[in-house]
Nanobody, 120 residues
Framework: QVQLVQSGGGLVQAGGSLRLSCAASGNIFSINAMNWYRQAPGKQRELVAGITRYDSTNYADSVKGRFTISRANAKNTVYLEMNSLKPEDTAVYYC??????????????WGRGTQVTVSS
């Protein structure tokens, strides 16, 4: 059983910073990629940032230069450092992992989400 446990988030003023963490636990053989998505009220879930097993990263245009995704391999953990936050960053942030619980087919897993609220 694989779980993605998220931490961090909360309320911050515009221009502030927050750090999200997501730890994958359980039966994990290897991890292909871990991403952060977000969903604002009335909007579709969107990809914010992603990092692959080769440390290749990608970002949504709206967060480039402000957000940084990183990972700690030994801990199967991914982080999202969010700086210069804007009210439009307000959303529920979800962790996502594409991983092998065992050799064979990779599977997708989601965290439960954490609220990030940026006040103006």
């Amino acid at each position: 059983q694989v779980q993605l446990v998220q931490s961090g988030g909360g309320l911050v003023q515009a221009g502030g910073s927050l750090r999200l963490s997501c730890a994958a636990s359980g039966n994990i053989f290897s991890i292909n990629a871990m991403n952060w998505y977000r969903q604002a009220p009335g909007k579709q879930r969107e990809l914010v940032a992603g990092i692959t097993r080769y440390d290749s990263t990608n970002y949504a245009d709206s967060v480039k230069g402000r957000f940084t995704i990183s990972r700690a391999n030994a801990k199967n953990t991914v982080y999202l450092e969010m700086n210069s936050l804007k009210p439009e960053d307000t959303a529920v942030y979800y962790c996502f992992a594409n991983l092998f619980p065992e050799p064979g087919q990779p599977r997708n897993y989601w965290g439960r989400g954490t609220q990030v609220t940026v006040s103006s």
